[in-house]
């Protein structure tokens, strides 16, 4: 059966994706007695479903990828184009497009060089670990081999990436890990560990991380890995001070800092990359989701010429990057990489989310002011996160239940929203986000709306 009869026959999608297709993060024991839900068409914030149901997407495609929307004609034409002429080389070689996208892509990284290509966010972190590692053994007899990452962050579904991992929930029953990854406290200002606030709080944080190394021992560690803005882990913008302080540490014991941007990254924030909010001066930088929407596979470890030249050497037979990613060879990533970078400068779609994000934000609030359920509200750009709590006073987290409950009743209401993991208690209570950045104030208001029934239903 061709693809074309395939879909016009929907009962045969449903029962071929119920027979063979095993799902992303799902249970499967449900869909013995409901459908999974197959998605068909998408344009702009808007999705299809294969029973004809239009959905609103305030998560970009579930996992907060499609910066620049669905549906994009010059997408497919750009990538149609690079395929034909050139698909695929993998190895040494280059192509046209992965020169063009890196020049693109430094252009908007001041004090950055060079790109690295792969496939996936948990692959481009992968790269930059090994960077680490094996700069350790280069220059450091192989002792600064150790990777600093902070409670609630995420970097990839992989095992060293799950080593990683500040999500204990996620890690469940997959151990044991990778040695040499040393975890560092978390910088949620909402739940304070000192129950100070603002900058003090940011200096607190920091500090934290500063005893670990201190712990440690500086001269064990190589890297420090933090996203900019903790996604998943529950939409944590790390607090006033924090960040500079955190520059400081790392300048101060020769720690390379690596900014995961893989959500964060290309306009998410309002800015191209998430870390240029603070301030900082990153030495490696990792990025996957937005880079090309979803349009296509593409990730990049990106390194400053210093983490580079440390690899130039060739004395040493054993001491370039000894890595290689079979599909960072291909040629669709960066060509829909560059349309995709043409299409948010042609469009201000950074200016989009920094304008619309206040919007996102202002309503949230006014939902705040309405539900006492609702604790904390916080975000950038257009990502953005409403924490719930079953009593502001205790801050004692909404039952992951009726988290669940509410992401619900904004799917049946044609609502799509996100909520950050909800299978342990404890801050796993925080409603997401993060719609494509071409989002209007009428796309937002109906979300948000949505969002208003679904509390009331649920929580009263
Ligand atoms: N880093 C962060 C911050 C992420 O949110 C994710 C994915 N959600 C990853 C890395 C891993 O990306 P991928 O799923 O493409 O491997």
Redesign the pocket.
Known sequence: MDTLNFANDPEHVVEADRAHVWHHLSQHKPYETIDPRIIVEGKGLRLWDIKGKEHVDAVSGG?WTVNIGYGRERMGKAISDAVTKMCFFGGSLGTIPGAQFAEMLIDKMPGLDRVYYAN????A?EKAFKMVRQISHKHYGGKKNKILYRER?????TIA?MSAGGQDERNAQYGPFTPGFIRVPHCLEYRSQNGETGEAYGHYAAQAIEDVILAEGPDTIGALCL?PIT??GGIIVPPQGYWDRVQEICKKYDILLHI?E??CGIGRTGTWFGYQQFGIQPDIVTM??GVASGYAAI?CCVTTNRVFDMFKDDTDKMGYFRDISTFGGCTAGPAAAIENMKIIEEEDLRGNSAKMGEHLKGNLHALMDKHAWIGDVRGMGLFAGAELVTDRETKEPVDEKHIGAIVADCMAQGVIIGATNRSLPGYNNTLLFAPSLIATADDLDHVTDAVDGAISRVLG
């Open positions: 996992v996936s966010g948990s692959e972190n962050d995420y970097h990839g579904s990436t996203e996604a998943g995961d893989v959500v996957a989701k990730s």
